[in-house]
């Protein structure tokens, strides 16, 4: 069974903080932007000849920042599991979103806005969308994203041993399992930057 409900997870807080940082359950707006900036400083400086998938986009608040700091990709999906998400993004962003449930990517949910394969794209960036999910179900979710990219798969998780019965940590040495079972060709970590929380890149390919 999953950690918790997304469903109830995220509707609560969409409806507690509005479409803020709050309300896709982040502590706040400034370690989301922290986040944001360690995901920009990772990806190549001509991100706009390069695609991006955003897995579990939220309100596409990632592309909104990208276009405030004048590096928008080439081109821009945002993936989502709820259907709040993807109203919500596919306004803000005028975007392709597209609804997915990343840990198993098949048609879903059954009116016609689902897909059955995960979209195509130089990079699969995930922000935060992990932290709540079940070990199996994480890595899922790598593999899924990982196979998707073109080039590389940039992602946050929180970053240790601890246990908790909602939130997901993740150790450095499960982290290098994970890339070596997935024959990543080269692996990037930044825990440098906030307590407990690191970000990833795992590169099909040398830049």
């Not at 939220?58 to 909104?64: A, I, N, R, V």
């Not at 004048?70 to 005028?94: F, N, Q």
């Not at 999910?133 to 790598?142: K, Q």
């Amino acid at each position: 069974m999953p950690r918790v409900d997304s469903q109830k997870f995220y509707s609560s807080a969409i409806d507690k903080y509005g479409i803020t940082a709050k309300g896709v359950n982040w502590h706040s707006k400034e370690s989301q932007k922290m986040r944001f900036d360690i995901i920009l400083e990772i990806l190549p400086d001509d991100i706009s000849s390069y695609s991006i998938a955003d897995a579990g986009c939220g309100f596409g608040d990632l592309y909104l920042y990208m276009l405030k700091k004048k590096m928008a990709p080439k081109e821009y999906i945002g993936i989502d599991s709820l259907i709040d998400m993807y109203s919500i993004a596919s306004e803000r962003t005028g975007c392709e979103i597209v609804i997915a449930d990343i840990c198993a990517p098949r048609a879903f949910p059954p009116d016609g806005r689902g897909i059955d394969e995960l979209p195509s794209a130089d990079f699969y960036i995930c922000s935060g969308a992990m932290n709540v999910l079940e070990s199996f179900e994480t890595h899922l979710f790598v593999r899924n994203c990982f196979s998707s990219c073109n080039i590389g798969f940039i992602f946050n998780v929180l970053h240790g041993d601890k246990k908790s019965e909602t939130y997901n940590y993740l150790t450095t040495e499960q982290i290098e399992q994970m890339a070596l079972e997935l024959g990543v060709n080269s692996l990037i970590l930044r825990d440098d930057y906030m307590e407990d929380d690191i970000t990833v890149m795992f590169l099909k390919e040398q830049l």
